[in-house]
C-alpha cells in the first residue's frame, strides 16, 4: 500500500452515462497526476497538479473529460457522456513535487463501460 | 512523436539467474529515466531513477544502464527469484515537467 487511494476500485457504466473517480493523495505531497491504462499497455498520462493548479493537460484528454483538484488535496476525474473506449484503469499517483522524483500510485479505478 | 518499446514478449527464466529487461526509445530526449514494477490489478511501484549523465545505478539486485547515444536503457534483476515475476515499466520524464512517458511494459515469469 503507497498511502494513495482511490474509489471506486471498480464502476460498471452504461454509455452516455457520467462518472466521477476519486483520487486522495499523500498527505504531504503537492503533485497528483491522472493516467490511463488498457490491457497490455503502459499507462498514459492524462494531466497533473501542483497544489490546486493543473499544470499540464494531455492533448488526448478529450473535452468530455475533467479533473479538478480544488483544495490542493484530494482530486476528482469526470467522464461526461462515457464510451466504450473509455473502459480502462485510470490510475492517480502523487509526489513531492520535485522535477525528477518517484511517483506513488494508487490501486486504480476499473471502469467498465457496457 | 516519442515511441517507447520494450521487449513485447514474455521473459521466462529460471529461479538465480539474470533476468535483463531493454527499454529502447526514439524522438525523445529524456533527462532520466525511470523503471517501475508492476503487479497485476495493481499500480506501479516505483524501483530506480537514472539520469541523463548517470551510466549506471544500482539497488541491492537491481541494476539499470542509460545510454543516451544509443537510447537505450538496461534493467537487470540479478539472482532472480519466484517473487520477482511482474510486469516492468520504463518511464521517461524531461526536467521542463513531471509528465512520465512509459513503455508498454514487459512481463518476467521467474520459475523454480
Known amino acids: 500500500d503507497t498511502g494513495v487511494s482511490q474509489n471506486p476500485r471498480h464502476k460498471i457504466t452504461k454509455r452516455g452515462q457520467n462518472v466521477t473517480f476519486r483520487c486522495d493523495p499523500i498527505?504531504?505531497?503537492?503533485?497528483l497526476y491522472w493516467y490511463r491504462q488498457t490491457l497490455g499497455q503502459g499507462p498514459e498520462f492524462l494531466t497533473y497538479f501542483q497544489n490546486e493548479a493543473q499544470l499540464e493537460k494531455s492533448r488526448l484528454l478529450s473535452d468530455r473529460f475533467s479533473a479538478e483538484r480544488p483544495k490542493g488535496s484530494f482530486s476528482t476525474l469526470e467522464i461526461q457522456r462515457t464510451e466504450q473506449g473509455d473502459s480502462a484503469m485510470y490510475l492517480c499517483?502523487?509526489?513531492?513535487?520535485?522535477?525528477?522524483?518517484?511517483?506513488?500510485f494508487g490501486p486504480g479505478t476499473r471502469l467498465t463501460v457496457l | 512523436s516519442q515511441k517507447i518499446e520494450q521487449n513485447s514478449e514474455a521473459l521466462n527464466i529460471q529461479e538465480g539467474k539474470t533476468a535483463t529487461l531493454t527499454c529502447n526509445y526514439t524522438n525523445y530526449s529524456p533527462a532520466y529515466l525511470q523503471w517501475y514494477r508492476q503487479d497485476p490489478g495493481r499500480g506501479p511501484v516505483f524501483l530506480l531513477l537514472i539520469r541523463e549523465n548517470e551510466k549506471e545505478k544500482r539497488k541491492e539486485r537491481l541494476k539499470v544502464t542509460f545510454d543516451t547515444t544509443l537510447k537505450q536503457s538496461l534493467f537487470h534483476i540479478t539472482a532472480s527469484q519466484p517473487a520477482d515475476s511482474a510486469t516492468y515499466l520504463c518511464a521517461l520524464g524531461r526536467d521542463n515537467t513531471d509528465k512520465l512517458i512509459f513503455g508498454t511494459g514487459t512481463r518476467l515469469q521467474v520459475f523454480p
Open positions: 499517483a502523487s509526489s513531492l513535487g520535485r522535477s525528477r522524483n518517484e511517483q506513488f
Open positions: 498527505s504531504e505531497h503537492n503533485r
